[in-house]
């Protein structure tokens, strides 16, 4: 999910009952999979991981991912890209 056009202003979380989160200021999804989300937000990069994970809404030109399942963790990898031409997996593995 990429969309340079748009301007992303805030970044929020909200967590419900550790079952759904939604997000906002996402700039793209790199990967997921049913346990584990690498976003690209506003904020720094976020890997969100749990069990049974499904995106159920993605809202591309506002910046807007809700996500389901059970949610383990997230954490931001990173502050704001230093770098654009630095890799995420390189940032992942320092």
């Not at 990429?2 to 970044?11: A, F, S, T, W, Y």
Request: glycine content about 8%.
């Amino acid at each position: 999910m990429q969309n340079d056009n748009v301007l992303i202003g805030n970044h929020e979380v909200k967590m419900t009952d550790r079952k759904t989160i939604y997000l906002t200021g996402i700039k793209k999804i790199v990967s997921f999979d049913n346990e584990e989300f690498l976003m690209e937000s506003n904020m720094g990069v976020i890997l969100l991981k749990g069990e049974s994970l499904e995106l159920n809404k993605l809202d591309t030109s506002d910046g807007n991912v809700k996500i389901k399942g059970k949610i383990n963790s997230m954490s931001y990898v990173d502050g704001k890209q230093k770098n654009k031409d630095e890799s995420l997996i390189t940032k992942l593995f320092k």
